[in-house]
Each structure stands twice: as C-alpha cells, then as structure tokens.
C-alpha cells in the first residue's frame, strides 16, 4: 500500500467482508467499470477471476485476462468449496481473452485440464533494488533472534498444508540430533489457527523448542533474507512462481528448494531436491553449510543475484505483460 500511495495509484475499495456483500460489491464495481471504461481488466486468483465473468457479459467488448498463480492443487487437504472453484475457473476458462500464467508448470496444468484459450508464461518480476542484501540488517535480525554464531535456517510462507512445513519441521529435528550450530527461522503468517497450532505441537513434539522460532506478519523481509544463512523452500504442490526463492536470490542467499512449479527455472540446480524427501532436504543443507564455509561463497552469491537480475527482473515482467496486452486489444 505504501508503494501504491507512493505512485498515487487510484484504488476501489469494493467493501466486501463476507459473501453476502458480493452483489453489492459487483454492482459497485460495473458503476465504476461504466464510468471508468477501462479497456482491459486483469485479475489475479480464482475468486476474481470468475467474479469478472458476469462482468464479461454485461461488457462484451472489455478485454478480460486472467491471472493463473498456481501450478496443480492437493484438493483432499483443503475444503471441497476449494476444489469447486478451481473446477469452475477450468469449466469457464473460455470467456476470459487470454489468461496469464506465472510458471510454464502451471501453464501445463491448464492444458491438461482442458483449457484451450490462449495461455501466456510470465514469470514474477522481483524488486531487485529493494531486495539485495543488507550488512546492518543482518546484524540486527540476528541480534533480535539471540542468533550470534549459528547457521540460520529459514522457511518462509504462510502455514498451508502445501507448503512443506511437516517435512521441514522433520527434517530440523534429526538434523539437531547431528549439529548444534543451527537456528530454525519460520517466517509466515497462519493460514488457519488450527493448521498453525497444528505446526506449533509438531514442533514441541520434535523437540525444537529453543532452536527455533516462529515470526508471524514480518514486513522486513529484507532483513529476513539478509540474516539468513540457508533459505528454504519445502512445498510439496501448488508452487507457480516462488517470489520466496527469488527474493533470497536476489539478496545472495543460498537457497534450497523442492522441484515444484519453476523452481527448477529459479535456483542452482545442485539444490533442487524433490518434494517430501526430508534425506534430500537434510543432504542439501550439508552441501549448503559447505558452501558457506567455502572460498567460492561470495562468487556464489553474486551469482544468484545476477540470475535474478538477468532472468526475474520487474522490467523484463513489465514488457511483456504490455506486449500481451496490446497483442489481445489488437
């Protein structure tokens, strides 16, 4: 918001708090599309997706395209509501003019589910002038985690059942039984209080309690990175894009993530480590520890960040998502 305040960017509050609002947000919003005559609208997720197809119909001539952020969904581990919306964003995925995607993973789960329309690989830009690494930053964020000497590793991403917390938290556990010198870092909001609480017993179960610490609604996600030493992404499904992996990248930080979505497009392929395989997650940060007590450390770094700076730049997104968009007014 801060940003969008910033570039004086108009925003329309649509007031929705619950899903009775939602004819009076959808009347309010084609007041604003009726006034406003926008000539494309670009939506983000499945709820606004499908909230733009009446909007379609009552604007037959506004070009609409969708944004697609995930790349195939476990649907036994979330409500049945979940699964239908995403069944319904397949069903209806004719009206919209072009749909974006994030990951050419997610693209390839499109087609397999039948979609036909146009489909564009975008991949996430990444604020490269905000997110690179930061000296006094570390200092702090490991000095207000009470972590001097030890290798901190991190996850991040809010607590759902996709993202691989079980595998981490397993993982953590035998890899003290071996080490000493590490510091577990959990960075994320909770999804749901009793998946979150859920993790939390986990945790103590696994005995990681003093070794570990769980950050909820962290807004210096530089600082996060900065003090980093090993950052970790664990998902099992659902990954398009990790901004995750991007980011730490982008800051020089050695990152290990599973080959879901386009992670494989992201980090150092020698850490790539398949998803639920907490041995491959255990072996990775051995090789990663290695790493960082090597010569070939800061070349390493400089590395990962000009990946990003080469490959996940926000001007490189930014052009494309133009080209799109005057290839589909065309």
């Given at each position: 918001m801060k940003l969008i305040r910033r570039d004086?960017?108009?925003v329309l509050d649509l007031g929705r708090n619950a899903r009775l609002d939602l004819?009076?947000?959808?009347l309010l919003f084609c007041k604003y599309i009726n006034k406003s005559r926008p000539a494309i609208i670009y939506s983000f997720l499945p709820v606004p997706n499908l909230f733009l197809i009446p909007v379609k119909v009552l604007f037959p001539k506004l070009v609409i395209i969708w944004g697609v952020r995930a790349s195939g969904i476990d649907y036994k581990n979330y409500p049945l509501l979940v699964k239908f919306i995403y069944k319904i964003q397949f069903l209806l995925s004719f009206i919209p003019n072009a749909i974006v995607v994030n990951s050419f993973c997610g693209r390839n789960i499109l087609?397999?589910?039948?979609?036909?329309?146009?489909?564009?690989?975008?991949?996430?830009?990444?604020?490269?002038?905000?997110?690179t690494f930061s000296k006094k930053k570390r200092i702090q964020y490991r000095k207000k985690l009470l972590v001097k000497n030890q290798i901190l590793i991190t996850i991040v991403g809010r607590a759902d059942?996709?993202?691989?917390?079980?595998?981490f938290i397993?993982?953590?556990?035998?890899?003290?039984?071996?080490?000493?010198?590490?510091?577990?870092?959990f960075v994320g909001s909770r999804e749901t209080k009793f998946y979150r609480e859920y993790l939390l017993n986990i945790t103590e179960l696994r005995k990681l309690e003093g070794c570990s610490k769980w950050v909820e609604d962290e807004e210096d996600m530089v600082a996060v990175y900065s003090a980093t030493d090993?950052?970790?992404?664990?998902?099992?499904?659902?990954?398009g894009f990790s901004n995750v992996l991007a980011e730490g990248m982008s800051c020089g930080t050695i990152c290990i993530g599973t080959n879901v979505g386009d992670s494989k497009c992201i980090v150092n392929q020698d850490f790539l480590i398949d998803p639920y395989k907490y041995d491959e997650l255990k072996n990775a940060w051995n090789k990663a520890i290695n790493l960082l007590k090597s010569p070939e450390i800061n070349d390493f770094r400089k590395r990962a960040r000009n990946d990003v700076?080469?490959?996940?730049?926000?001007?490189?997104?930014?052009?494309?998502?133009?080209?799109?968009?005057?290839?589909?007014?065309?």
């Open positions: 004086k960017v108009s004819v009076k947000s959808f087609l397999e589910n039948g979609v036909r329309k146009k489909i564009y690989v975008i991949h996430n830009g990444i604020d490269t002038s905000c997110f059942p996709m993202k691989g917390h079980e595998i397993k993982a953590a556990a035998e890899y003290l039984s071996i080490r000493n010198d590490v510091f577990f870092l090993i950052l970790t992404s664990s998902s099992y499904y659902g990954e700076l080469r490959k996940f730049s926000i001007s490189s997104m930014t052009d494309k998502t133009i080209k799109v968009f005057k290839e589909i007014s065309n």
